[in-house]
């Protein structure tokens, strides 16, 4: 089990889709946990759907930098928080939330 970050459309139809791996969401997680990151830790428990309201995707980005900047050391979850990031700023650009699907 792993989990889907998603736009919904207005229909709650996911627009913008990146699935982790259950390995990757756990290791995500718990770096999160580490550097106390108070929004992505919201996603510890991949059973649960979540979301990042449109007003705090902002300060979601810097979480995902502070991420990516402590994980120069895998190329694997480099590459995945790049895609986070990339999802983020397209729902900050339609001003959306961004949703966590339990999959």
């Known amino acids: 089990m792993g989990l889907d970050f998603v736009i919904e459309d207005d229909t709650e139809h996911p627009t913008a889709m990146l699935s982790l791996s259950a390995e990757s969401h756990w290791e995500l997680v718990e770096l999160s946990r580490e550097l106390k990151l108070r929004l992505f830790v919201r996603f510890h428990d991949y059973y649960e759907n979540g ?53």
Do not use: G, H, Q, T
């Open 51 to 103: 979301r990042i309201k449109e007003d705090e995707v902002p300060e979601f980005m810097v979480e995902l930098k502070r991420l990516k900047a402590a994980s120069v050391n895998s190329a694997k979850l480099l590459a995945i928080i790049n895609d986070l990031i990339i999802i983020a700023a397209e729902a900050k650009r339609l001003v959306k939330p961004l949703c966590a699907w339990a999959d």
